[in-house]
Nanobody
Framework: QVQLVESGGGLVQAGGSLRLSCAASGRTFTNYAMAWFRQAPGKEREFVAGISRGGASSAYPDSVKGRITISRDNAKNTVYLQMNSLKPEDTGVYYC?????????????????????WGQGTQVTVST
């Protein structure tokens, strides 16, 4: 399994920006499609963004399109989540996740059960 460590969370005012990072170790990073999920208190874990193994393809739910961008640097074994125009409803714990057996050029599935490795999460709080 690949080990994942998130960083970059914090408290930000509505309309602000944050950039999350997820450092991977232990396995060949390019074998994994990557994604970010978030979980608000009392709610299910929600897919936020996914990116293909090489970084050329990405996927987002409608709720974040145009505000959030996922990227990866395979030379640094790191995936990023750039979040702009943040809203209070973006508040939650953000998790990085890795998925194997995804065809090259395809973003990962958005189903949490499809991911084999998870980070410990980083808290993002957006105030009004």
């Amino acid at each position: 399994q690949v080990q994942l460590v998130e960083s970059g969370g914090g408290l930000v005012q509505a309309g602000g920006s944050l950039r999350l990072s997820c450092a991977a170790s232990g396995r060949t990073f390019t074998n994994y499609a990557m994604a970010w999920f978030r979980q608000a208190p009392g709610k299910e874990r929600e897919f936020v963004a996914g990116i293909s193994r090489g970084g050329a393809s990405s996927a987002y739910p409608d709720s974040v399109k145009g505000r959030i961008t996922i990227s990866r640097d395979n030379a640094k074994n790191t995936v990023y989540l750039q979040m702009n125009s943040l809203k209070p409803e973006d508040t939650g714990v953000y998790y990085c996740a890795a998925q194997r057996e995804v065809a090259p050029g395809r973003p990962p599935s958005s189903a949490a059960a499809s991911f084999t490795s998870w980070g410990q999460g980083t808290q993002v709080t957006v105030s009004t």
